[in-house]
């Protein structure tokens, strides 16, 4: 038993890992693609990859979750798993699911592509479509292997899938840059570079599935299809809308932001670049909320108890860690924005609108931080109901705002509907634990003097990059890592020193050992020693 429950934890350690890893590739490789392909190509690939990233997180999460769900149900009642009435019935069920969605977006690329404005994005979505065909297999053979308690298959096929998809990214967008392709080929390239990683997904999803052979050739009761068909959209999608906080949030940008602009006055191609230039915010809200949400998340598992009771700690202090990180983290960049900016996507513009739009690095990291303790004790469907809200919220705002505003309003309405999401979140976590209280374990006096020692830090640093003169990106990039590792390293020893943290809160995370010596003011002799 205690073998069973050691595996279950490295399985899903090594899970975590790989999805971390594959969401700071998904946030690291639009930076050089921005920057070989401008901010018109930039705009092309943000149309489709809202699809694209809704395809992949079904083919990960979504209906992998329901598959396993049903699996290990069968296990534990003694019933195997065979062709006919398990892989089968549950095969065809997903194969209705995704075959729908894909026949959908396919039969109406040419109505959305008008609908939003470029005609040309007609045949990228039907590229995109096609992704869909892929995910019954991929997500069958994860959700049956996470459901035995496997989850090395899941984590190694979605490695190599994201290292496939983002090479041949990369290389389109070289072929854009300095082979003469259009722009619109990093679009098609984007679906096609979907494709051919859940191919290899596949391909290592097939070789594990070859040698361990999850299949049971002795005769079993059949179940009603429909139970098998409930199963994947109740869960499947639920699960799925769970993962989708921050592609929600660009898929309604996706659909209104250039129309907005396009009634604000704009041309096709000043509306295109005008929405590259807001893109530019994407990744380093995805890479923010990534950090701000693990980090917090791993209090979770290693600090609850069975009891509700038990629960009010690790909840309150996942959410005072989320607060803090993504906090100081929205802190930070708003003030280096500028040289940020140039750093990473070669020139300033739009800085003003993607300092606001920073903002929603700390409302999604404790949007996501709060919904995934809600998911983790069986509340799934009111969260995805939650995320759904701020989906039309955000919809609905882009059309009010941006012919007003432009991409500004477009920001503006980001950041509202973020904290929409984030306010109802946590009400409903209030209901179920009526005595939490978020702000018990947040420190306030160190968290204020932590941000403004980060803060003199930061207008030094400006002050001395405007006396220094920085010109070229190589300068920005010694200036920017610098900045960074000194602000970084002033805030987290000013929260560590001040008391913001406890031992227990630190032991989970990475080095924790040098972090409770820092937090002692004990000499730090190495990391681990």
Not at 17 to 30: C, D, N, T, W
Not at 329 to 346: K, S, W
Not at 457 to 482: D, K, M, N, Q
Request: with cysteine; glycine share 8%; proline share 3%.
């Amino acid at each position: 038993m205690e073998d069973n429950r050691a595996t279950l934890v490295k399985g899903a350690l090594l899970l975590a890992l790989a999805g971390l890893i594959s969401k700071m590739l998904s946030a690291g490789y639009r930076i050089p693609l921005q920057n070989l392909t401008g901010d018109a190509g930039f705009y092309i690939y943000q149309e489709v990859y809202p699809i694209l990233g809704m395809a992949t997180i079904f083919g990960l999460y979504g209906f992998p979750s329901a598959v396993s769900q049903i699996t290990a149900q069968q296990k534990k009642r003694g019933k195997s798993l065979s062709l006919a009435h398990f892989y089968l019935p549950i095969f065809s069920g997903l194969a209705l699911l995704n075959g729908g969605l894909c026949l959908l977006l396919y039969d109406h690329a040419d109505t959305l592509a008008h609908w939003i404005g470029d005609p040309n994005l007609e045949k990228i979505y039907k590229y995109a479509a096609l992704v869909f065909l892929l995910v019954p297999f991929t997500a069958l053979l994860r959700g049956v292997f996470q459901g035995v308690g496997n989850m090395k298959p899941t984590a190694f096929s979605q490695m190599g899938e994201q290292l496939v998809r983002v090479t041949i990214i990369i290389l389109a967008a070289i072929a854009v840059a300095y082979g003469g392709k259009s722009a619109y080929t990093i679009g098609l390239a984007g679906a096609l570079a979907s494709i051919a990683g859940s191919c290899v997904a596949l391909v290592v999803l097939g070789v594990y599935f070859c040698k361990h052979r999850p299949v049971d050739r002795s005769r079993s009761n059949a179940i009603p299809w429909t139970y098998y068909l409930r199963m994947l959209v109740m869960f499947g999608f639920v699960s799925a809308l769970n993962h989708m906080v921050l592609i929600v949030m660009q898929l309604a940008d996706a659909l209104t932001l250039l129309p907005g602009l396009l009634n604000k006055g704009f041309s096709l191609q000043q509306a295109m670049v005008e929405k590259g230039v807001f893109d530019r915010g994407q990744p380093l809200i995805q890479f923010g909320s990534v950090v701000g949400s693990s980090f917090a998340l791993a209090l979770v598992p290693a600090l609850s108890g069975k009891r509700l009771d038990d629960y009010y700690a690790p909840v309150e202090r996942a959410l005072a860690m989320s607060f803090y990180l993504s906090a100081g983290a929205t802190l930070g960049l708003v003030m280096i924005f500028r040289e940020t900016n140039v750093l990473l996507f070669q020139t300033d513009d739009g800085t003003a609108t993607l300092r606001i739009l920073a903002v929603a690095i700390m409302l999604s990291s404790v949007a996501i931080t709060s919904a995934s303790i809600l998911q983790s004790l069986g509340y799934a469907i009111r969260t995805a109901c939650l995320i759904a809200l701020a989906f039309v919220s955000k919809w609905l705002l882009n059309l009010w705002l941006v012919p007003l505003w432009g991409i500004m309003g477009g920001a503006v309405a980001s950041v509202l509907s973020l904290a929409l999401l984030s306010l109802f979140v946590l009400l409903v976590l209030k209901r179920f634990f009526p005595n939490l209280r978020y702000s018990r374990y947040i420190r306030w006096r160190a968290f204020f003097a932590a941000a403004g020692g980060m803060v003199i830090c930061l207008f030094s640093a400006e002050w001395l990059g405007l006396c220094i003169g920085l010109s070229s990106r190589l300068g920005l990039l010694v200036y920017v890592l610098l900045t960074v590792a000194i602000g970084a390293a002033v805030y987290i020893l000013l929260l560590l020193r001040l008391g913001a943290f406890s031992e227990k809160e630190l032991a989970v995370l990475p080095f924790s050992r040098f972090l409770i010596r820092l937090q002692k003011g004990e000499r730090t002799r190495g990391l681990y020693d």
